[in-house]
């Protein structure tokens, strides 16, 4: 039997705006057999998703197909008129994009969007349709599948809208799926939860599949085989055990070296100790903070942080983590000043700031500097990198002419960047090297903190690698403190030098990156240990085995005011007892602190 | 949603009164009053201050203002204080307005019926298939329109369809016993216009949106899913294009019940908008407020219903979390 999908010496270039074509597709083949799971890996601009879609016969706008044909039981797609090429699509071929939450229309309800394909086809009736959407809604394990789809796309969580997305693109039975980076931008609890019912749903429906993704960690729980790719042109092609165990090219070798560790101790390099004071460089003490209107009480509509006390000795990294809404990116808010905290202070060098940025004075503006996660809305697209570098150093240190210039060569030399980059646009840059410049920014001012928040996140593994290595080298050079706030805890173990970690807003351990990373854990740090993927076939399995995963992954962050918040989620929760009364703070020694209402010997079981 | 709602209504009712302090400062701080005009530049002194009395002019400003406001809110817009000859009571402003609301209104609507429709389905067909001979041809010509002055185009409309073909009456003089067919031919020259003015504008802002809207990834899913063209954009694309489409047919709503001045001086149509014209130029101050206050209380109801349109099509503020 010949495959589903063949892909036979594809080219797609891009048209660029003087008439002539770039490629991006370099003449790649490869098979996707019935019931099977084929993972297409590689950094942007690899062409991934370019190759992915093609098997819908689409390809994004400024794109062109230029040769090759790509055949679905032996029908090439490519040629097809467009009217044939609509009825395949949602109908054989169905696509589940990165983003759920873009994906999704905002304007229909979830039930009008997973059955449109379906009922428009012609494959069921609207009955029919809703029926199926709802048996879907059960396989995937979602809340409430008997009213989700009357419900609109911002009344549910992102990792329940990525896997709606699955049952979008399962309900009308297609052949072929095509996942585009589907849990790239999902936690690590949510993403074993969505990972699992993908796979057990793929298994159920007996579909093929093409997964594209650039994490190997994650193909290695998904995929039959792995196809590796570079720049447009097919590195390796092989069973996916093959060619994680022994990578027969170069350039999978360099992708498998860039997969950051499972987060574990003894990984963090020491820092030395010769930037020491004894007043920590930031210190925050009982910070309450939130969003909304302000009650009487002088507590925000919506408290976020509650309780937090985090120090920052000079010099050293505090790693921030915790899943989506934990309140990582506020608590980074509050200590810049752009989100001036109900309650409590912020301390720079043992002084108290004032809570709102806008009182602060130039000079205590300076000494802390923010690093944005996206450095494409961060940076201005209509400023030249050497005014963007220039504005900090005219406002904080007064530069002007030869020496400003001068600085803005030293600041793109400290990030790796060449020269001439002073005089392009943002534009002009890859996402690696915008980062470098949002960095470089941040420099500029030549603070005492730099708050990054989730700076890699956005960033391909290599890229993002590269960025971790220039980071530890500024932090030897200049002496400067992190506060480094990230979801990926494989990332923080290796740069941080303490770890905090935060649930519903308050903190729930906290300590140097070893004790953080190692037993006794509190039974949320054990969770987000466990739910990073590792780079090995049939991890999946295992880990949904273990109790934590049973017990806690992808529920809805609650903010609560009594008891534990961690408590619905806590395998070793005690009734009567983590619901009503706030946990102690339990002292393992040497700085090392568990909130927890268990005992240090509990944690260890 | 409901809280929404009241809020709206709230600000509204609180800008009527904004602006209703704003009319009575403005009209107030104008040189010259009425009695003035009404006695002429040989008036003495004491026969002044008796007209003054008479016509409550003479009380501090407050109190005119108080008074004028309940007047307004009972329905009475007061009296004209012009025109009217010495010593004698004008004539109701809501008499002298109220055929001239009628005929204003009588125009917008016919404008909007053809304006709205049109613009709508030529901004959604030009969106549908950009880059387009059919695009182009929308886009330039709106453009062209949007930035010729509207007196230009009455006037090349009366040149061509009055002078040269000799279709249409040059003027829109209503006397208020028209025919049918009278009243079509006498309407149709301004309508036209303001029809091409207010189109352009509405087919514009449905272009741009739309095709906003139309390069958001979920508009891609739609494709993946083999949605057919015409769903797309009736069905995904219009539902978040709503907003910003429904605010510019306000405003341009509003453009036609007070902005259509010059218009209705071209074809001398008897409109609102030129009788508060005349009523500057006579210092009629009362009916200056009147007018002023059915504009603004014009735009103020048409943006609030856009409003609601925009809240109404947006689920997240329709179904709040």
């Known amino acids: ?605 | 949603m409901l809280q929404a709602i009241l809020h709206r209504t709230g600000v509204g009712v609180a800008t009527l009164i904004v602006v209703s302090v704003l009319i009575f400062v403005g009209t107030s701080v104008l040189p010259g009053d009425v009695a003035q005009i009404i006695l002429g530049q040989m008036a003495t002194p004491e026969s002044l201050a008796a007209l003054r009395t008479k016509l409550g002019i003479d009380q501090p400003a407050y109190i005119r203002y108080f008074m004028w406001l309940s007047d307004l809110m009972s329905g009475d817009l007061g009296v004209s204080k012009a025109g009217s000859g010495i010593g004698t009571i004008g004539t109701p402003i809501s008499e002298m307005l109220y055929p001239r609301l009628m005929n204003t209104l009588r125009m917008a609507g016919v404008v909007s019926l053809v304006a709205i429709p049109l613009s709508l389905s030529l901004g959604l067909l030009a969106a549908m298939y950009p880059g387009t001979r059919l695009d182009r041809i929308v886009t330039f010509s709106t453009l062209s329109l949007i930035s010729v002055p509207e007196f230009l185009v009455a006037t090349f409309l009366v040149l061509i369809l009055a002078v040269y073909l000799g279709w249409l009456p040059a003027i829109a003089y209503m006397s208020g016993n028209e025919t049918g067919w009278q009243l079509i031919k006498a309407l149709a020259m301004p309508t036209l216009t303001l029809v091409i003015v207010a189109s352009s504008q509405i087919m514009r802002m449905t272009r741009a949106t739309v095709l906003n809207v139309m390069s958001s990834p979920y508009i891609e899913m739609a494709i993946l899913k083999g949605v057919p063209r015409k769903r797309i954009i009736l069905r995904h694309a219009l539902f978040n294009a709503i907003g910003p489409i429904v605010n510019v047919i306000a405003l341009n709503l509003a453009y036609l019940v007070s902005g259509v001045v010059i218009v209705e001086t071209i074809f001398a149509y008897p409109g609102l908008a030129k009788l508060m014209i005349d009523g500057v130029q006579t210092r009629d101050m009362p009916l200056v407020q009147a007018c002023a206050m059915i504009f603004c209380a014009t735009y103020i109801v048409l943006i609030f219903i856009a409003d609601m349109a925009t809240i109404l099509s947006n689920p997240r503020l329709r179904h709040p979390k």
């Open chain 1, 1 to 605: 039997m010949s495959a589903l999908l063949e892909v036979d010496q594809l080219t797609i270039d891009a048209r660029k705006d003087d008439g002539s074509l770039l490629p991006i597709v370099k003449g790649v083949s490869f098979n996707v057999q019935r019931g099977e799971v084929v993972a297409l890996i590689g950094e942007s601009g690899s062409g991934k998703t370019t190759i992915a879609l093609s098997a819908l016969g689409y390809t994004k706008p400024g794109l062109e197909f230029t040769g090759g044909e790509v055949r679905l039981e032996g029908r090439d797609v490519i040629t097809m008129p467009s009217e044939e090429k609509r009825q395949l699509r949602g109908e054989r071929v169905a696509y589940l994009a990165q983003s759920a939450a873009a994906t999704f229309n905002p304007a229909l309800t979830i039930g009008e969007q997973v059955t449109e394909s379906a009922v428009l086809h012609g494959h069921f009736n609207q009955e029919e349709a809703n029926q199926r959407a709802e048996s879907l809604y059960h396989d995937l394990e979602l809340p409430d599948p008997e009213r989700l789809g009357k419900r609109y796309p911002h009344q549910v969580s992102g990792g329940q809208l990525q896997r709606l997305m699955a049952a979008m693109a399962l309900c009308s039975k297609p052949d072929l799926l095509v996942l585009d980076e589907p849990t790239t931008a999902l936690d690590v609890t949510t993403q074993i939860e969505v990972l699992k019912a993908f796979k057990s749903v793929i298994k159920q429906e007996g579909s093929a599949a093409i997964y594209v993704t650039h994490d190997l960690s994650v193909v290695a729980q998904i995929a039959d085989h792995i196809v590796v790719l570079y720049a447009g042109d097919l590195q390796e092609h092989g069973i996916s055990e093959q060619v994680i165990n022994q990578p027969s090219h170069d350039y999978t070798r360099r992708l498998m070296a860039a997969v950051r560790p499972p987060p574990a101790a003894g990984q963090s390099d020491e820092t030395t100790g010769e930037h020491r004071r004894d007043v920590p460089a930031l210190e925050v003490k009982n910070i309450l903070a939130g969003y909304g209107r302000k009650q009487h009480d002088g507590t925000p509509a919506i408290t976020v942080l509650r309780d937090v006390h985090m120090a920052i000795e000079r010099g050293h990294t505090v790693g921030v983590i915790g899943e989506s809404g934990c309140g990582k990116s506020t608590l980074a808010r509050v200590m810049s000043g752009l989100l001036p905290a109900s309650k409590g202070d912020v301390l720079l060098d043992g002084e108290p700031l004032q809570p709102d940025l806008r009182n602060r004075s130039r000079n205590q503006l300076q000494k802390v500097q923010f690093v944005f996660q996206m450095a494409d809305t961060a940076l201005n697209p209509r400023q030249r990198i050497d005014q963007i570098l220039g504005r900090p150093l005219e406002f904080y240190l007064e530069l002007s002419g030869d020496a400003k210039r001068r600085r803005i060569a030293e600041l793109l030399q400290m990030v790796d960047l060449p020269q001439e980059f002073a005089g392009r646009y943002p534009e002009e840059l890859s996402g690696g090297q915008k980062q470098r410049v949002n960095l470089a920014r941040a420099l500029a001012a030549s603070p005492e903190v730099l708050l990054c928040d989730e700076v890699i996140s956005a960033l391909d593994t290599i890229v993002g690698a590269n960025v971790i290595e220039l980071l530890k080298r500024l932090r030897r050079q200049t002496g400067v403190s992190f506060v480094f706030i990230s979801h990926d805890l494989s990332t923080v173990a290796s740069f941080a030098d303490e770890i905090v970690v935060l649930y519903a807003g308050r903190v729930v351990e906290q300590g140097k990156t070893d004790h953080v990373l190692s037993p006794p854990y509190h039974p949320y740090t054990r969770l987000l240990i466990s739910s990073v993927p590792e780079l090995r076939v049939g991890w999946l399995e295992e880990t949904m085995q273990t109790q934590e995963a049973q017990a806690g992954i992808d529920r809805v962050v609650k903010l609560t005011e009594i008891g534990c918040p961690f408590f619905d989620r806590c395998p070793l929760a005690i009734e009567g007892t983590c619901d009503r009364e706030p946990p102690p703070i339990r002292d393992i020694g040497d700085g090392h602190t568990i909130n927890c209402h268990r005992s240090k010997e509990e944690f260890v079981r």
